[in-house]
């Protein structure tokens, strides 16, 4: 079986607190009770808001320069993401899209090589 990353994608000034409500973290954690009892899950994280992370550059000279926020300048970030193990991309896309619905965003489903 191959592993996939499903990530969901959120506005730069995604605020959870205003967001999120009550349906839409239900809907998420059913879909993460529905993905533990088919055991398709493998890891399940929600990640910090872009603007607080720190990006690692290797400089010409070899050094390493880190710097606060995040590699990319973008208008959407990765907010939080699972680690599913499938049989198929189609597995996993058809896991992606209940991610979409419960999580009300963009998502992304890529295999691990």
């Not at 398709?40 to 607080?52: D, E, K």
Request: aromatic residues 8%.
């Amino acid at each position: 079986m191959t592993q996939y990353l499903v990530a969901i994608h959120h506005p730069d000034n995604y605020d959870p607190a205003v967001s999120e409500d009550a349906d839409m973290i239900a809907a998420i954690n059913a879909l993460n009770d529905e993905m533990k009892a088919t055991g398709i899950r493998v890891f399940v994280g929600g990640l910090a808001p872009a603007a607080q992370a720190k990006s690692v550059r290797l400089q010409p000279a070899g050094g390493l320069l880190a710097s606060d926020g995040p590699y990319l300048e973008t208008k959407e970030h990765m907010g939080g993401f699972w680690v599913l193990e499938a049989a198929s991309m189609d597995e996993a896309l058809a896991w992606g899209r209940k991610a979409a619905i419960a999580c009300r965003a963009p998502v992304e489903v890529r295999a691990f090589n």
